[in-house]
């Protein structure tokens, strides 16, 4: 059973995890309309995953015994300078994603909640992987700069990322 703390913890975070989610179809939306549908795509996947992390905080909180809280989804930006402002935007997103997971952990330290620390493992390498990949898309914006074709390759690269269901969620109902 959960304790009351790391319950409504865990809600907040669901909220924030969809939240996360919208942010990325918008800034979909916004690089399909700016001629960059592979950057669209990459952010269509970040979207579904983003939905996989808030159902995987979901199925935690049910099985612990607890109740799904689900609150509104506060608006989200819906323009950008650039689509180097959209991967920094990210980037600075997924870092405060990152403070979210580990003030969430260290609040299952403080109520000696091991289980739920076990759980929240995967959430600490999985900001490791999103921090990374959105450093690395960066570092290639700015090393294309305004060359048309560089970006159009890097979105052609983009275009072809997958979208693959997160572990935790593998063979759940």
């Known amino acids: 059973m959960l304790n009351k ?3 409504e913890a865990l809600n907040a975070q669901i909220n924030a995890e969809m ?8 800034m979909a939306a ?3 309309t700016n001629g960059n549908p592979g950057m669209g795509h990459w952010f269509e996947v970040q979207f579904q995953e983003e939905q996989d992390h808030a159902k995987i905080l979901f199925n935690y909180v049910i099985q612990r015994n607890g109740k799904v809280d689900l609150k509104a ?17 990210t ?13 969430l952990f260290a609040l299952t330290t403080q109520e000696n909640d091991y289980a739920t620390q076990s759980m929240l493992k995967w959430f600490i390498d999985e900001q490791v992987e999103e921090e990374e990949n959105a ?13 048309g074709y560089g970006l159009y390759m890097l ?3 983009l275009g ?7 572990a935790p969620l593998a063979n759940k109902a």
């Open 5 to 7: 703390k790391i319950e």
């Open 19 to 26: 939240w996360s989610a919208y942010l990325y179809l918008s």
């Open 30 to 32: 916004f690089c399909h």
């Open 73 to 89: 989804i506060k608006e989200v930006p819906t323009t950008w300078e650039s689509v180097l402002d959209v991967f920094e935007s």
């Open 91 to 103: 980037l600075k997103h997924e870092q405060t994603v990152t403070a979210l997971i580990n003030n």
């Open 135 to 147: 450093t690395n898309i960066i570092d290639n914006l700015k090393m294309i700069k305004d060359n």
């Open 155 to 157: 979105d052609k690269e």
């Open 160 to 166: 072809a990322r997958t979208y693959t269901q997160a």
